[in-house]
Each structure stands twice: as structure tokens, then as C-alpha cells.
């Protein structure tokens, strides 16, 4: 069946750097992407969506971008900071569908 | 966290015991899930709610139960005829299909 998967299980960077996570999707029909962030211990918290009409979206320190043709999205954390140590992780849903599928989440681990 | 809460936080089940998960939202929204989750995995579907009064499975239904008979509240059982519960258990709350979920902190159910 369709998932979602992502290309690094693990990812560190130093403090201050620019982070990109990345994550493939396997079908076409999907159109509405969230990026979540799970901290150890606790629930996922919303980092930003996208939906398929779009290529690029940005929120505070962070973007993501959607690229279709080859069903990629990625996440940048811009000027990466201790507190953003954590995993991610992108989900997907398609058409008017209820159920989201998630990837199995990048570590991200930020050095001081 | 948002608008929803989950206890206890931790959970102990003995053999053949059947516990109840509480999830409450004061978001108003209209749709509940939840989801389990083992160690460095992904996110995995147990039942949700589009309504009051309405549930539907998701991809790991066997084992649990579900109950909405309140629009703030979608309390989950663990029944005995679950014999892997050990995870961490979370609940999410929509607007709407194809809207961004938000979490609860969780509860981690461990057996004894």
C-alpha cells in the first residue's frame, strides 16, 4: 500500500546551521502534507502544512517545500537551535480522507 | 498539547485486564482519533470518530474499543484480547477530514 517514508533516520547538525529533513511520498493522489514535531516523552506537535496546490510555504524559521514531480517534501529549519532536537515527522492525507499515514520520523539531534 | 488532555499519563495493565484511556478536547472539533505507538516507529491508526455517535476502525482496530457519546470525549479500551498493549497510546482531534490533527500528550500503557 501507499506510505510515507523518509530518506535519513537520524540527522545532526550543529547549532546555528540550517536543517533539512526530508520525506518521499508514494501516491499521486495524495494533497495535504503536515510536518510534526515529537519531542521525547510527549505528543506531536504542528509544525506546518502544505497542500498540493502549492510548492512552498514558510512559517517562523521554518519552510517547507513540495515537489510533486518526483513526490518529495522537505522541511528547513533555518538557524537550528538546541530546542529544536527532536523527531520529526511528515504525514500525509489525500482527497477527503480522514486518516493521516506518517513516516517513521527523522531523529534530529542539534549540537551545541 | 492545544486544547486536549489524556490521562493518566502512565497506565499499568494486569493480565487479562481491561483498561479505559480518557481523551478529552475543548476544541470544538468535530473529528477524534487514536493512535499507538512503539519505540522508534511511526504513528499507527486505531479507530476514529467523524461524529458524535459514529466510529470507525482504522489499521490496528483488533484488541480495542471505542466509545463517542460526547463531541469533547472519545474514551479508548485496551481489552485482554490485546496481547501486545505495551506503547504509547495517543489521541488527536480534527476540524474536519483533510485537517491538521492535534495531540494530547499522551499515555503510556505498560503491562505488568
Known amino acids: 500500500g501507499e506510505s510515507v517514508g523518509l530518506h535519513l533516520p537520524t540527522l545532526s547538525v550543529q547549532e546555528g546551521d540550517n536543517s533539512i529533513i526530508n520525506c518521499a511520498y508514494s501516491?499521486?493522489?495524495?494533497?495535504?502534507f503536515i510536518w510534526y514535531k515529537q519531542e521525547s516523552g510527549k505528543g506531536p506537535q504542528f509544525i506546518i502544512d502544505?497542500?498540493?496546490?502549492?510548492d512552498k510555504r514558510q512559517g517562523q524559521r521554518v519552510t517547507v517545500l513540495l515537489n510533486k514531480t518526483v513526490k518529495h517534501l522537505s522541511l528547513q529549519i533555518a538557524a537550528t537551535q538546541p530546542g529544536d532536537s527532536a523527531v520529526y515527522f511528515c504525514?500525509?492525507?489525500?482527497?477527503?480522507?480522514?486518516?493521516?499515514?506518517f513516516g517513521k520520523g527523522t531523529l534530529l539531534t542539534v549540537n551545541p | 498539547d492545544g486544547g486536549i488532555t489524556q490521562s493518566p499519563k502512565y497506565l499499568f495493565r494486569k493480565e487479562g485486564q481491561n483498561v479505559t484511556l480518557s481523551c478529552e478536547q475543548n476544541?470544538?472539533?468535530?473529528?477524534m482519533y487514536w493512535y499507538r505507538q512503539d519505540p522508534g516507529q511511526g504513528l499507527r491508526l486505531i479507530y476514529y470518530?467523524?461524529?458524535?455517535?459514529?466510529?470507525q476502525k482504522g489499521d490496528i482496530a483488533e484488541g480495542y474499543s471505542v466509545s463517542r457519546e460526547k463531541k469533547e470525549s472519545f474514551p479508548l479500551t485496551v481489552t485482554s484480547a490485546q496481547k501486545n498493549p505495551t506503547a504509547f497510546y495517543l489521541c488527536?482531534?480534527?476540524?474536519?477530514?483533510?485537517?491538521?490533527?492535534?495531540f494530547g500528550p499522551g499515555t503510556r500503557l505498560l503491562v505488568l
Open positions: 501516491n499521486s493522489a495524495s494533497d495535504y
Open positions: 504525514a500525509e492525507t489525500r482527497g477527503s480522507n480522514y486518516k493521516l499515514t
Open positions: 470518530s467523524q461524529i458524535v455517535n459514529d466510529f
Open positions: 502544505i497542500r498540493s496546490n502549492m
Open positions: 476544541l470544538n472539533h468535530d473529528a
Open positions: 488527536a482531534s480534527s476540524r474536519d477530514r483533510a485537517e491538521t490533527q492535534y
